[in-house]
């Protein structure tokens, strides 16, 4: 017969045995399924991307998309070459006011030196040239009206080409060229 020590469990002591092996399998089998899982995960991911790419590559293709992209880019060729022309068209503006002699001030300039018995009849500009053709009382209006001229900014020469009398009047014709005047830009 066997006694039974209801104490036993409390005298002796039991001892933990840590098994090497068990522990390795276990972080073997975790590992595996880590690295599986990771790529199917992968996977998934990998051919979802695919089906995007495939959708918008559909959508991207579609003819009625191509003709409207090849349409709009024409449009954007086109207004590259309107913006260009406009630059130009600005840029020839600003030399032609730059190299524009008759203006304003150069007008009342020219009616400053007048005197009251001289008027003019005909007023021409070509280039650098300018003709101006009037009738005066006297020929001394003339010649203080061509001095006055050349003291203006700009005027290279003032010369008397003509003056005719007639019937107490004098006609006459002055030709003015100004300087720093470069027609060609």
Do not use: W
């Not at 998309?65 to 954007?76: H, S, T």
């Not at 600005?90 to 018995?117: R, T, W």
């Not at 004098?170 to 830009?185: A, G, Q, S």
């Amino acid at each position: 017969m066997v006694d039974l020590n209801f104490f036993e469990p409390y005298i002796e002591k039991r001892e933990f045995k840590f098994n090497k092996m068990i522990l390795l399998y276990t972080l073997l089998v975790l590992s595996v399924a880590g690295v599986t899982a990771i790529g199917i995960y992968n996977q998934i991911q990998i051919n979802i991307l695919k089906r995007q790419v495939e959708d918008r590559r559909a959508i991207a293709e579609e003819p009625a998309r191509v003709n409207k992209y090849n349409e709009i880019k024409g449009l954007e060729n086109e207004t590259m070459v309107f913006r260009e022309e406009v630059d130009n068209i600005i840029a020839m503006d600003k030399n032609i006011a730059k190299s524009d002699i008759i203006s304003e001030n150069l007008l009342s300039e020219i009616k400053s030196k007048m005197p009251e018995d001289l008027f003019l009849t005909n007023f021409n500009a070509s280039g650098r040239d300018v003709h101006i053709s009037g009738v005066a009382k006297s020929s001394n209006s003339i010649a203080e009206f061509s001095k006055g001229l050349g003291f203006i900014d700009d005027v290279e020469s003032v010369f008397i080409s003509s003056i005719d009398n007639v019937e107490d009047n004098y006609n006459f014709v002055l030709n003015t060229t100004f300087k720093d005047v470069n027609i060609d830009e």
